[in-house]
């Protein structure tokens, strides 16, 4: 699954622990999901939606392999 959570978080001028804060979860966690290495549960995904402003599926996206 791809995602543009670096790109959204970059708007928003947001580090990598402070959107970490605001969803609770650790800044570690994510580092992995930018990095492609974690795929978030469906409430994390809807956490980081609303933080963003935007619908889950403008966040993330199913590749062919998915």
């Given at each position: 699954?791809?995602?543009?959570?670096?790109?959204?978080?970059?708007?928003l001028?947001?580090?990598?622990?402070?959107?970490?804060q605001?969803?609770?979860?650790?800044?570690?966690?994510?580092?992995?999901?930018?990095?492609?290495?974690?795929?978030?549960?469906?409430?994390?995904?809807?956490?980081?939606?609303?933080?963003?402003?935007?619908?889950?599926?403008?966040?993330?996206?199913?590749?062919?392999?998915?």
């Amino acid at each position: 699954m791809k995602n543009n959570l670096r790109v959204e978080r970059a708007v928003l001028r947001l580090t990598q622990e402070e959107l970490a804060q605001r969803i609770g979860v650790s800044r570690q966690t994510i580092n992995a999901m930018e990095a492609g290495k974690y795929v978030p549960s469906t409430v994390l995904a809807l956490k980081l939606a609303q933080v963003f402003g935007k619908p889950v599926e403008q966040l993330f996206t199913l590749e062919a392999e998915d």
